[in-house]
């Protein structure tokens, strides 16, 4: 089982980005998206599931970020637009065979290689 992401690099505020996270040996449930800044803890930022549902958001990213994912693919993206400095962090995907919304990371069996993202003020 592994997830790929990619997708990050440096944009100025107010710009946008897509990460892509392809995932191989296993359809999960529910893929999730984590960010780390430095010196602070990883903490979520959307997931989405094959079941019905909404996707979830963390506060800091409604309106701005918008999780979605192909089966077909098994892919999971996550369109990042109006870009802070804040927002500066590494990016990690995550995947879990169950089929429940979690915003912890001990929820997450799997976890991608993590991708940059850097916002320039």
């Given at each position: 089982v ?6 990050g690099?440096?944009?100025q505020?107010?710009?946008?980005l897509r990460?892509?996270?392809a995932?191989s040996g ?6 999730a ?8 803890e990883r ?14 958001y963390?506060?800091f ?7 979605s ?43 991608g290689?993590?991708t940059?993202?850097?916002?320039s003020?």
């Amino acid at each position: 089982v592994q997830l790929q992401a990619s997708g990050g690099g440096l944009v100025q505020s107010g710009g946008s980005l897509r990460l892509s996270c392809a995932a191989s040996g296993h359809t999960f449930n529910v893929m999730a998206w984590f960010r780390q800044a430095p010196g602070k803890e990883r903490e979520f930022v959307a997931a989405v599931g094959w079941s019905a549902g909404s996707p979830v958001y963390a506060d800091f990213v409604k309106g701005r970020f918008t999780i979605s994912r192909d089966k077909s693919q098994n892919t999971v993206w996550l369109q990042m637009n109006s870009l802070k400095p804040e927002d500066t962090a590494v990016y990690y995907c995550a995947a879990r065979a169950a089929t429940v919304l979690h915003r912890t990371t001990t929820a997450y069996n799997y976890w991608g290689q993590g991708t940059q993202v850097t916002v320039s003020s």
